[in-house]
């Protein structure tokens, strides 16, 4: 249908082009040049007709009513204007002219059953003016094949061509019916349409007061009406010199040019006949530009199946998403930002303080929404360095259907983004009244090699309600302990130059339990290592040597916590369960003593740390030699104790 409507306003350029370039003085003159302008579209064997002609000298005013033009390629399409008003025209020279005005009355066009889809439309503006205009006298030759890029190519030299210091129409309206497609009808309508300086294909401001527009759905056997409202519709600096580069087949430009400084709508109310509603406060785009050597709508058309009613084979559906990835690369917004906005729901209503996306990262903010189980409250998710063109490649890789991903394939999805934050999350846990409290939770990641990430950091602050239902957690509650607050901070990098692998530090905090801290290297860390092929990745670990480890453990309660539970087991007093726990430890302890004296450090602070409550148990592990990460990981499985034999253990507890 846009090829047809792009085909039709070309003919209407030449239709119209010609009828300024007159002697200003000669009615005759400018008569014979209207016909001349239509004898050139009937040429092509298309319709052309128009009404009276008249040519006031004094205001150089020319009039020409009644003008009809129907294609001969579609016949059932069809352009008409009941009249055009040329007011304060001029010869600029032998190719162009100016006018103070030109209105035009009653501009439309009609598409009946046209296409396959037997599509119905119509295109209506009852006035359009423009002020201040200066263009050619006759339009540049349309293209011969017709394509829709070609039309869109012609279109847009003409429409460079031209300046006019306003361009106004109080109303426009388009009608769409596809019949028995998804969409079955759509209404549109405009309402205070204004273009501000437009010269050589740029235009300093596009406004549009309000937009009405309903649309039929057809979705899976059901039938619902979407209804849209929006108000305060403004475009400002629109450049369309830069789409003509990027529909130019030959360009390699690998510049980018910006199409839209800005762009912004709102208010904006949307409903459908089955009770869902949207609010959205405003919406605006900034800095849209494209790079004409990547950004090609040309070769994505080409890809289009001329059977749409045939599902795409996996082939195809990878060669489209590999094209729309460069496509994607070669389009760049600076920001986006979507209000406040609130969506109705079977639970209640949803509210959103904000989407943002600027400079890579997406995120949502000041989420509040109902639940089955009560409300959920986020501040705010975050994706960072997103990218729609990794996530179309990575998506390209899983399209063979009946078929498992491959490791590498799903690793994959750490090229799409770097990372993702959750922030100020309160939700209801399970079924029970009690909530889930988030403060944060942010994973990042980096320094890719192949699909695997080599440096990563996470971190998770939050408060979790104990879950009955959990055997591990009864012990908890059984304490009287309702609530585990969890604060975990870890850290991992790998460094090319040196081979070394650090975790520095792993750090987890249990609320009013315990704090625990780890800090441990590997060295000789092959970067044949960060591979999806187990095969290759095991035999690149045998390299792997183990470093220094260090673990420290700050007691907040969890040994009260375990004398306690012991002493309830053994039906002892507290003293007496605490003293036997250290007893037990010490014993335990002399058999792997026996077999390495330099273990007995470790023991004496491990009973020492149940003794007393409140200390920091601190125990370090320094390699006596080279350990083979293998080797020491079959060794503490079969014989832990030759294991340990392999460091030297140092060992200490304080308050």
């Not at 305060?232 to 360009?251: E, G, M, S, Y």
């Not at 084979?313 to 070669?330: C, H, I, N, V, W």
């Not at 309660?557 to 003293?579: E, H, K, M, P």
């Not at 253990?649 to 308050?655: H, K, M, P, Q, V």
Request: overall charge neutral; proline content about 5%; charged content about 20%.
């Amino acid at each position: 249908m846009k090829r047809i409507l792009i085909g039709l306003i070309a003919l209407g350029v030449l239709a119209v082009g010609g009828w300024f370039g007159f002697n200003l003085y000669a009615k005759h003159r400018a008569t014979a040049e209207v016909e001349a302008a239509f004898d050139r579209i009937r040429s092509h064997g298309n319709k052309a007709s128009h009404g009276k002609v008249a040519f006031d000298v004094m205001s150089r005013t020319l009039t020409v009513e009644d003008i009809a033009v129907a294609p001969e390629s579609q016949p059932q399409a069809q352009i008409k204007i009941a009249g055009i008003k040329g007011t304060g025209v001029r010869l600029i020279d032998d190719i162009s002219f100016s006018a103070d005005s030109i209105d035009i009355r009653d501009f439309e066009v009609r598409l009946d059953q046209v296409g396959p889809a037997k599509v119905k439309a119509s295109y209506k503006v009852p006035q359009l003016t423009m002020r201040d205009y200066a263009g050619p006298i006759h339009a540049g030759n349309a293209p011969a094949d017709g394509s829709l890029i070609e039309m869109y190519r012609y279109v847009l030299d003409q429409y460079a061509g031209v300046s006019a210091s306003s361009l106004t129409a109080p109303a426009l309206s388009m009608t769409f019916d596809a019949g028995s497609s998804a969409i079955g009808s759509a209404e549109f309508s405009y309402s205070g349409l204004e273009i501000q300086n437009l010269k050589h294909g740029k235009i300093d401001a596009m406004k549009a007061d309000h937009a009405v527009f309903t649309v039929d759905v057809k979705q899976l056997g059901k039938q619902d009406k979407l209804t849209g409202d929006l108000s305060n519709i403004i475009v400002n600096d629109f450049d369309a010199t830069a789409i003509a580069a990027a529909l130019d087949p030959k360009t390699s430009d690998d510049s980018f040019h910006r199409v839209y400084r800005q762009i912004s709508v709102g208010p904006y109310v949307l409903k459908s006949a089955q009770g869902m509603r949207m609010d959205i406060e405003g919406i605006t785009f900034e800095d849209v530009a494209v790079q004409p050597s990547k950004f090609r709508p040309t070769e994505i058309l080409a890809l289009l199946p001329a059977d749409r009613s045939a599902p795409p084979t996996p082939a195809q559906s990878r060669e489209m998403m590999e094209k729309l990835a460069g496509f994607y690369e070669g389009l760049r917004v600076g920001k986006v930002e979507i209000g406040k906005m609130s969506m109705g729901t079977p639970q209640g209503t949803a509210r959103i303080n904000a989407i943002r996306y600027r400079e890579g990262e997406f995120a949502v903010e000041g989420l509040d929404a109902p639940v089955p189980q009560g409300q959920f409250k986020m501040e705010r998710f975050a994706l960072k360095s997103f990218s729609t063109a990794n996530l179309l490649r990575w998506a390209a890789g899983l399209t063979n259907v009946g078929e498992a991903p491959a490791p590498d394939q799903i690793l994959g999805l750490f090229r799409v983004l770097e990372g993702a934050e959750i922030k100020g999350v309160v939700a209801p846990y399970k079924n029970t009244r009690q909530l889930v409290t988030i403060d944060t939770i942010s994973l990042n990641w980096g320094q890719l090699i192949g699909s695997i990430p080599s440096k990563a950091n996470l971190v998770v602050k939050m408060v979790t309600p104990t879950d009955p239902s959990n055997p591990a957690q009864r012990p908890l509650i059984m304490a009287g302990v309702d609530k585990l607050a969890i604060d975990l901070d870890l850290g991992a990098a790998w460094t090319e130059s040196s081979g070394a692998f650090a975790f520095a530090p792993a750090t987890i905090n249990l609320g009013n339990l315990a704090r625990a801290q780890a800090r441990f290297a590997l060295a000789n860390v092959p970067r044949g290592v960060f591979t999806a092929d187990p095969v290759q990745a095991m035999g690149q670990a045998a390299q792997i040597e183990t470093g220094a480890i260090e673990l420290s453990l700050r007691d907040s309660g969890v040994v009260d916590l375990i004398v306690a539970q012991f002493a309830r087991t053994q039906n002892i007093s507290r003293d007496a369960a605490r003293s036997a726990i250290v007893e037990m430890t010490r014993a335990q302890g002399e058999k792997i003593t026996t077999a390495n004296l330099d273990a007995k450090a470790a023991v004496d602070a491990l009973a020492d740390f149940v003794a007393t409550s409140g200390q920091t148990l601190t125990i370090k592990l320094t390699p006596l030699g080279k350990v083979p990460v293998l080797q020491l990981v079959d060794a503490l499985n079969s014989e832990p104790i030759v294991a340990l034999a392999q460091f030297r253990i140092e060992a200490s507890t304080g308050l």
